[in-house]
T-cell receptor, first 114, second 111 residues
Framework: DAEITQSPRHKITETGRQVTLACHQTWNHNNMFWYRQDLGHGLRLIHYSYGVQDTNKGEVSDGYSVSRSNTEDLPLTLESAASSQTSVYFC?????????????FGPGTRLTVT | GQQVMQIPQYQHVQEGEDFTTYCNSS?????IQWYKQRPGGHPVFLIQ?????EVKKQKRLTFQFGEAKKNSSLHITATQTTDVGTYFCAGRETSGSRLTFGEGTQLTVNP
């Protein structure tokens, strides 16, 4: 069965370190998204991609970067982790169609920056 | 930019009571989606509404999209403990695939 996976599921890191969160989907979806979830803020879009070599900034992109070298993967990099980036991170994917379709979410990565 | 507001933030009900969450957008939406997230889980797609005034039902859940395509609601009739979780609306403003999520309504059902 097709799925979307994230790794690691839990990560503790120190302020200033570079961290990369992995997202891998086997749906063969063109669209991929990264969100962060914090209490009182719902899901906020960090970066998204509509296909290979395409990346776009979301509403909270500062301090994060992504790259899309193939259809299956969209890794999220925190260039210099800050305590404000402690959060739960969700990756999602969807098939491209005009008007959009449902997004499939991964299980999430809980990141703690100390 | 587009903002999607959702109320209430929390709702506690007794099992068997009804529940409603409301979603309002600052701009006209092309469509709206609803997701459910169980405690400790990830968001799972429930439904998408596209047409002005559209009403869709899934068993005890009724979803509505406003005539102006700027608001939406989710109503659960006779809640059950399995309904516990956070319900999110997510609006799509243009023909792109990105969504703007509301803050969610966390539902607790007391048995």
């Amino acid at each position: 069965d097709a799925e979307i996976t994230q790794s690691p599921r839990h990560k503790i890191t120190e302020t200033g370190r570079q961290v990369t969160l992995a997202c891998h989907q086997t749906w063969n979806h063109n669209n991929m998204f990264w969100y962060r979830q914090d209490l009182g803020h719902g899901l906020r879009l960090i970066h998204y991609s509509y296909g290979v070599q395409d990346t776009n900034k979301g509403e909270v992109s500062d301090g994060y970067s992504v790259s899309r070298s193939n259809t299956e993967d969209l890794p999220l990099t925190l260039e210099s982790a800050a305590s404000s980036q402690t959060s739960v991170y969700f990756c999602a994917s969807s098939e491209y169609r005009t008007g959009g379709l449902e997004q499939y979410f991964g299980p999430g990565t809980r990141l703690t920056v100390t | 930019g587009q903002q999607v507001m959702q109320i209430p933030q929390y709702q506690h009900v007794q099992e068997g009571e009804d529940f409603t969450t409301y979603c309002n957008s600052s701009t006209t939406l092309s469509n709206i989606q609803w997701y459910k997230q169980r405690p400790g889980g990830h968001p799972v797609f429930l439904i998408q509404l596209v047409k002005s005034g559209e009403v869709k039902k899934q068993k005890r859940l009724t979803f509505q999209f406003g005539e102006a395509k700027k608001n939406s609601s989710l109503h659960i009739t006779a809640t059950q403990t399995t309904d516990v979780g956070t319900y999110f609306c997510a609006g799509r403003e243009t023909s792109g695939s990105r969504l703007t999520f509301g803050e969610g309504t966390q539902l607790t059902v007391n048995p």
